[in-house]
């Protein structure tokens, strides 16, 4: 069965420090992976998704499929990114897991002025 | 274009009532999935459903279920309820299928606040 791992439940940092939010998966297939965010009273939402490789808010995250791990990463910390962040699996295409996502414990990330 | 919306936002309930849940996706959407969140599991899936039919199921007892609609509106309901169903249940839509290049990235409700007496 697939599992996602969040080592870190709370992650502080000063604004301008660079910031990594690991996660680690266990899933022998292809995996898709994603990394969702919930600001405060606000909705979960899609941050970024590994097969588009893109940067979105200054956030980049690499699939390391030796290490299992598709950690978040920004270099310079603003105190907008202070947010709960989930990381989140999918079976690959193929699979018969098509919508079902499966949520690491999240990280609560609290960047101080 | 507007986002996935659910109905209620917010319900209180006794033990033993039964309750339904309402999301209704993106347009254009075919796949709704159900999420549990609750502080202690987190977020746990509890069904999906891609035109009309179940396609994935969680681990959670039958008194859970859902359907959806022609339109891709889907409910989801929870018979007999038990005060550890008091959870906030968050419903995402998504494309259903692989495209535009796009992987089966999911969006998010604003959920439904559960409380159960």
């Known amino acids: 069965a697939q599992r996602v791992t969040q080592p870190e439940k709370l992650l502080s940092v000063f604004k301008g420090a660079p910031v990594e939010l690991k996660c680690n998966y266990s899933?022998?297939?292809?995996?898709?992976l994603f990394w969702y965010v919930q600001y405060s009273r606000q909705r979960l939402q899609l941050l970024l998704r590994?097969?588009s490789r893109e940067s979105i808010k200054g956030f980049t995250a690499d699939l390391n499929k030796g290490e299992t791990s598709f950690h978040l990463k920004k270099p310079f910390a603003q105190e907008e990114d202070s947010a709960m962040y989930y990381c989140a699996l999918n079976v690959g295409a193929g699979g018969t897991s098509y919508g079902k996502l499966t949520f690491g414990q999240g990280t609560i990330l609290t960047v101080h002025p | 274009k507007a986002g996935v919306t659910q109905t209620p936002r917010y319900l209180i309930k006794t033990r033993g009532q039964q309750v339904t849940l309402s999301c209704s996706p993106i347009s254009g959407h075919r796949s709704v999935s159900w999420y549990q969140q609750t502080p202690g599991q987190g977020l746990q899936f509890l069904f999906e459903?891609?035109?009309?039919?179940?396609?994935n199921k969680g681990n959670f007892p039958g008194r859970f279920s859902g359907r959806q609609f022609s339109n891709s509106r889907s409910e989801m309901n929870v018979s007999t309820l038990e005060l550890g169903d008091s959870a906030l249940y968050l419903c995402a839509s998504s494309l259903g299928f692989l495209g535009q290049g796009k992987g089966y990235e999911q969006y998010f409700g604003p959920g439904t606040r559960l409380t159960v007496t």
């Open positions: 899933y022998s297939g292809s995996p898709e």
């Open positions: 590994h097969i």
């Open positions: 459903y891609f035109s009309e039919t179940q396609r």
